[in-house]
């Protein structure tokens, strides 16, 4: 997988361990690798619905 998807095995092992400070570029490099897609939905921050 390291090889098709143009990553370290490192960069793997990390990924799959759920390190939170996992490089993007390479995960959507195993992600295409992968012939998958990534689909982002964002909510509101709670945080913004309460202006004070």
């Not at 090889?3 to 400070?21: H, I, Q, S």
């Not at 490099?29 to 913004?48: D, G, K």
Request: aromatic fraction near 4%; charge should be negative; avoid cysteine.
């Amino acid at each position: 997988m390291a090889l098709v998807a143009n990553v370290g095995v490192r960069f793997l092992v990390e990924l799959e361990a759920g390190k939170p400070t996992i490089q993007l570029e390479g995960v959507l490099r195993v992600i295409q690798a992968l012939s998958s897609q990534l689909i982002l939905t964002m909510y509101p921050s709670l945080e913004s619905d309460h202006h004070g």
